[in-house]
């Protein structure tokens, strides 16, 4: 009865037709009312219809009419006369039109059908559903049937009492066939309130909303369902297969309608990082901007607080303000690198941001403002250093103009007095002595006005903020020093002119005036000394100090004893006074008197002591320094090596190809993590940083490393870390999306690691082109050769860098087996929506999409300007092309 293609299980024992039996009365009856509803909801297409289905096709012209409507050809033209031959003659027309389908028609004549068997023109009847209405339904490439079926339980899955296991008893409770609707048209049963206790009704209501709703007409009796014990298998197929044909039609629409949401997702989703990356890039950049010109501005107040301000400003950026955007510089990175992934895996144009926020630009102004902080932290404690010196210095200078200004006060009055004019001989001489002495004293301060002038230059060298005070003071010092001077030379001419006339000298007073004079300025020297401000930065200094002062004790017992001799003098003078009566005692050759020289050294002699405290004091606190700089190195030393191990650690895990692009990804969040719990000991080193910052330390001998190598290195791992984990993310993402094996990810991997000699993670065109022979391809060594390999080049290097990236280079070797959507699959798929037209409507748009991919596709359509357009129509043509092009989508 049927080709092969139906040999499946349905007519198996009927190839040879029981002339004689007949088929059971309940599905005879069944089949009569199924197969007559079947015929005509075709032959009403051709404005007929039966009543009789053994009767009405006797004659042949109906059947052949049936024929033409169903296949849409034309059948031989009938023969119109009412004889016997006639009929039989058309009936053959109409059974030679099924063979020639492919249709193997056995013991099915046409005599049988002209007098009305019954079995036999059910049978014919049969083939023709088979053929013309079942035979095209493939599912997974199965036969007619298992198509059929399969389709039927993979819509019924989701409703709970359907279990479509065959044709007859899985559909006589009627919720299968109101499952089937349901799924396709909710809109039309409330499935949810039906029950299988009511069969007929169930039936009932299925069967009138197909025949009203989907112009379905009822081919089934709903009581016969019920009460036959196994319903007619052909009959129920038959009417199923009216159900697969009039949902056929949505399915093609659901299919369509699924791919273009899949890409209008994949567009709107990239349009979203499109904008978060340009958010991102210029917050960025407007950082960078505002930062970098405040790290260049390398000038001060020239004050220390001024300054120590701008270092905890410093220390603030570099704890509290750039980690965070360094976290969105790598988040920046890897949101373009996975946007540039998704575009090519999509089959979109790669990702041109707006000007000037490229990730090299973006990358060169890091550069700039890490170029701009280089050495910033160094110079602000190099000028606290030197605003520290310039106190010192300011001190110090202060310390011994006051010193000076004291000795120095009222002597140019002393000078200017001609008193050794009314003096007598003896009081002359005298006098004559002490201008002497004077000269003595006044050339031992040559060298404090010397120091003077040495430290006020000094701090003019160092452009010490307040150089106008300084300089006015040393002027007028140095001013009155030649004053001096000359009132000097004056005053020692004046008395040699007088000491012509006066010859009598004491020489007693003498003796005292002469060793009295130096004496007195080694004691006020002595004690300048022991009370002299002192800078030290390590402990080998203050040790050389101690050293001196230990120098200067072991000279104070000659001291004691020049003390002691000058002392004698003095009470030898008084003694002879009071021998003979002289009361008026004063030494005339002398402003120095014995008390003077008491009080000045029981001053040094105190000063020594409180000098030993003082430098004790300092060896203390640079022993502190000493503790402070191994407290930090310790600490350095721990972390420098273990963020350069796992600085080679990341670097070497792509390259050791050991395991899956998992495994390395896991290694990968292990180092971070990792990373994560050493943070405690970078803000303890920070932590120790700041101890020897405000200490005033700026050497350390005790380790190689500082705390600007140390943030740099850690900035390298942060970096280093999140940008191979990105990598690896998007070559698994490739590796998914294009179906590529782990064996295929890893040979790709080698080949390219084992040509990128210097780890670069990329390859020139030399080892370029090594790599892919190494992989089988065949690139000759002619002009043709050349030609073809140019041509790969302008695939993976479309921007003419000179090198290829392990990006490139896997796209390029998975791109043959891509599966990905294109702009004719998206356009078929509204062509489908559309029902064939050129355009479609806002109003498809909605039924079809979900709602906001309808309004995406709607705000952005053009309108359709064919002949053929109707108000509102929509060109879903060149949207489609613009999905897959450059465009402002």
């Known amino acids: 009865m049927m080709d092969e293609e139906f040999s499946d299980g349905y007519m198996e024992g009927e190839e040879e037709w029981d002339r004689e039996g007949l088929l059971d009365p309940a599905w005879e009856k069944q089949q009569k009312k199924t197969f007559t509803a079947w015929c ?15 009767e009405d096709f006797r004659n042949g012209l109906k059947l052949m009419l049936l024929l033409e409507v169903i296949s849409g050809e034309q059948l031989p033209k009938p023969d119109r006369g009412k004889m016997r031959f006639h009929k039989i003659a058309n009936v053959n ?62 819509k019924t899955a989701p409703y709970k009492n359907v279990n479509v296991q065959n044709f007859h008893m899985s559909w006589k409770d009627g919720l299968a066939f109101c499952a089937l609707i349901h799924r396709h048209r909710p809109e039309l049963i409330d499935y949810y309130k039906l029950s299988r206790e009511n069969p007929l009704e169930n039936l009932n209501t299925a069967f009138d909303v197909a025949e009203k709703h989907l112009d379905i007409p009822r081919m089934l009796d709903p009581e016969d369902m019920v009460n036959s014990v196994k319903p007619d298998e052909r009959s129920v197929m038959a009417y199923v297969s009216s159900y697969y044909h009039a949902f056929s039609g949505a399915q093609q ?84 690198n996975t946007l540039q992934t998704r575009l090519r895996l999509s089959n979109r144009p790669a990702y041109m941001p707006t000007e000037g926020k490229m990730v090299s630009d973006i990358a060169n102004a890091w550069k700039g403002l890490e170029f701009a902080e280089k050495g910033f932290e160094e110079w602000l404690l190099s ?48 006098m004559k002595k002490k201008h002497e002495a004077f000269e003595s004293d006044l050339s031992a301060h040559q060298d404090r006005v010397e120091q003077i002038a040495a430290i006020a230059q000094e701090l003019n060298a160092l452009e010490y903020h307040d150089c106008i005070t300084v300089n006015t003071r040393c002027q007028r010092i140095c001013d009155q020093w030649d004053v001096l001077g000359t009132l000097t030379a004056q005053r020692k001419r004046g008395i040699e002119e007088a000491e012509r006339i006066l010859e009598k000298i004491d020489q007693l007073h003498l003796e005292f005036a002469k060793r009295a004079a130096p004496f007195n300025n080694w004691l006020d020297g002595a004690k300048e000394d022991l009370m002299d401000i002192f800078i030290v930065h390590t402990v080998e200094e203050i040790q050389q100090l101690l050293a001196a002062h230990e120098q200067f004790k072991m000279t104070l017992g000659e001291a004691d004893k020049e003390f002691q001799a000058i002392m004698g003098i003095a009470q030898e003078i008084q003694r002879m006074a009071q021998q003979v009566g002289i ?63 796992q600085l080679d650690a990341v670097a070497s895990i792509g390259v050791q190809m050991r395991g899956s692009l998992e495994d390395q990804l896991t290694k990968l969040r292990q180092y971070e993590q990792a990373v994560g719990q050493e943070r405690p000991l970078m ?90 022979v190494s992989l089988g391809y065949n690139i000759r060594e002619d002009r043709q050769g050349d030609a073809d390999f140019q041509r790969i080049m302008s695939i993976v290097d479309p921007n003419h860098s000179g090198y290829v990236t392990f990006e490139a280079f896997l796209d390029f070797m998975t791109r043959e087996t891509a599966d990905t959507d294109t702009a004719e699959q998206v356009m078929q798929s509204f062509k489908i929506l559309a029902g064939d037209k050129p355009f479609i409507t806002a109003q498809i748009l909605r039924q079809e999409l979900p709602p906001d991919q309808a309004e995406y596709c709607i705000q952005r359509m053009a309108p359709y300007t064919g002949r053929d357009a109707v108000p509102g129509a929509l060109d879903y043509m060149s949207f489609s092309t613009a999905l897959y092009g450059e465009s402002d989508l």
Not at 106 to 119: L, M, P, R, T, W
Not at 613 to 629: D, P, S, Y
């Open 40 to 54: 005509n909801s075709h032959l009403r297409k051709a404005g007929t219809q039966i009543e009789d289905i053994e």
């Open 93 to 154: 027309k109409a059974l030679d039109y099924i063979a020639s389908k492919g249709v193997r028609l056995v013991s099915i004549g046409a005599e049988e059908i002209v007098d009305g068997n019954v079995k036999m023109t059910l049978g014919m009847i049969w083939t023709i559903i088979l053929r013309f209405a079942i035979q095209d339904i493939t599912v997974e490439e199965l036969t007619a049937k298992e198509g059929l079926l399969l389709w039927c339980q993979r």
């Open 253 to 336: 629409a659901e299919t369509a309608a699924n791919r273009i949401c899949k890409v209008l997702k994949v567009n709107q989703e990239n349009e979203r990082l499109m904008e978060e990356y340009e958010r991102l890039a210029s917050d960025l950049l407007a950082w960078i901007k505002k930062t970098t010109p405040w790290l260049e501005n390398r000038t001060t107040d020239n004050t220390l607080p001024g300054t120590q301000k701008k270092l905890d400003e410093f220390r603030d950026y570099r704890r509290k303000h750039k980690p965070p955007k360094l976290e969105d510089k790598a988040r920046l990175e890897n949101s373009f």
């Open 383 to 430: 000028e606290l250093q030197r605003l520290e010196r310039l106190d010192h210095l300011a001190q110090k200078f202060r310390h011994r103009c006051q010193i000076h200004e004291e000795w120095a006060d009222g002597k140019d009055g002393l000078l200017k007095s001609d008193d050794y004019k009314r003096c007598h001989l003896s009081e002359l001489k005298a």
């Open 583 to 645: 009361v008026n005692t004063d030494n005339p050759y002398s402003t120095v008197s014995p008390q003077d020289i008491g009080n000045k050294w029981s001053e040094v002699r105190t000063l020594v002591p409180n000098r030993d405290h003082a430098l004790h004091n300092e060896m203390v606190k640079q022993q502190e320094h000493e503790r402070l700089r191994r407290q930090f190195a310790a600490k350095a030393n721990q972390l420098g090596p273990w963020i350069e191990k």
């Open 683 to 772: 803000d303890e080193v920070e932590r120790y940083n700041q101890a020897v910052q405000e200490a005033m330390i700026f050497e350390n001998n005790c380790t190689s490393y500082t705390m600007e190598t140390l943030r740099v290195g850690w900035e390298q791992l942060l970096t280093a870390i999140a940008r191979n984990i990105n990598e690896v993310e998007n070559q698994i993402l490739t590796r998914d999306s294009k179906g590529i094996s782990e064996t295929q990810m890893n040979e790709f991997r080698l080949s390219f690691n084992h040509f990128d000699k210097n780890r670069s993670r990329r390859l020139d065109p030399k080892e370029f082109k090594a790599c892919l």
